[in-house]
């Protein structure tokens, strides 16, 4: 019953709100490029994103690593929300609004994690932002597999998981707010499509890991300390191989239009050179060559 309750009031309030939205706060916007002739939508987008790849991998380290970055760092997050509401059932044995109120502390902990973010950019740069809510994810996971592994700490939990808030409210406005800061603002709706990309390209990889130790017996505690290692391998990529915050956005803002605009270019070069089509049950697959 509390599961029908939980999800009606999901939907309820996503029918609202979604609906909101998509009547009132989308305008008509013409397109900024014609569909080439001879080609389809499709076909053409997939065309336009093996140059945009080809351009961000040759010409633009900044973007190149912070999609690593976004990619390991978001597949780690997706999991510690999704295994820590199993582990606050197996392992600390809450009760159904144990773990409700866990949840909504999470929740209402991201406002003041959002005020965070915003304040921290502004006292040193997104970059040094980013860096210290991924350390912080490492100290969460690490500090929660070494306090939170028996029942009977219901309120520890409690204060777990508006630390977890805090962070989560902190780290998803410093990393969006980054990348578009760095992307060409005349294709962002195409960068933007290839940052959902990131963030989702090895999301199955982490649950994944942690499902096949826990079938191998290893406790759920130390399975959770295991997730702070993606953590860690966002934070090098961002330390170590991103340019500095000034140098990102120097790159942003004297080469990467004139790189993309080379793209125009290399289009029609693209659309000329030889595609390997298979069509069947109305699919077309188009295979760039570089």
């Known amino acids: 019953a509390t599961a029908r309750l939980s999800q009606s009031v999901v939907v309820i309030w996503s029918v609202i709100f979604f609906g909101i939205a998509w009547h009132s706060m989308f305008s008509t916007k013409p397109a900024l490029t014609a569909v080439p002739e001879g080609s389809t939508l499709v076909t053409a987008g997939f065309r336009k994103l093996c140059v945009t790849f080809r351009k961000i991998y040759s010409h633009y380290p900044a973007i190149k690593w912070y999609l690593v970055v976004i990619a390991f760092a978001n597949s ?23 773990t409700g109120v866990t949840l909504l502390i999470v929740l209402f902990s991201c406002i003041p994690g959002s005020w965070i973010s915003v304040k921290m950019q502004r006292l040193v740069n997104p970059k040094r932002s980013l860096q210290l809510v991924l350390l912080l994810w490492i100290f969460w996971v690490l500090a929660a597999a070494a306090f939170l592994r028996e029942p009977g700490k219901t309120f520890v939990t409690y204060i777990f998981g508006a630390f977890m808030g805090i962070i989560m409210g902190w780290f998803y406005p410093t990393e969006r707010g980054f990348y578009a800061m760095m992307i060409p603002k005349k294709r962002d709706a195409e960068f933007m499509g290839i940052y959902i990309f990131a963030t989702n ?4 990889f982490p649950p994944l890991i942690f499902s096949v130790m ?10 959770l300390a295991t997730l702070g290692i993606y953590f860690l391998i966002g934070l090098l990529a961002l330390s170590i191989f991103l340019p500095s915050y000034e140098e990102s956005l120097s790159q942003a803002n ?26 069947g049950l109305g699919i077309t697959v188009v295979v760039c060559e570089q």
Request: overall charge negative; cysteine-free.
């Open 254 to 279: 004297e080469n990467l239009e004139d790189v993309m605009a080379t793209a125009e270019t290399d289009d029609a070069d693209v659309s000329e050179a030889p595609n390997s089509t298979t069509e």
């Open 214 to 223: 826990n079938e191998a017996g290893v406790p759920l505690a130390v399975n």
């Open 201 to 204: 390209i090895i999301g199955f």
């Open 76 to 98: 780690a997050l997706l999991t510690v929300k999704t295994v820590f509401v199993t582990f606050m059932g197996s392992v600390l044995n809450l009760t159904t609004t144990e």
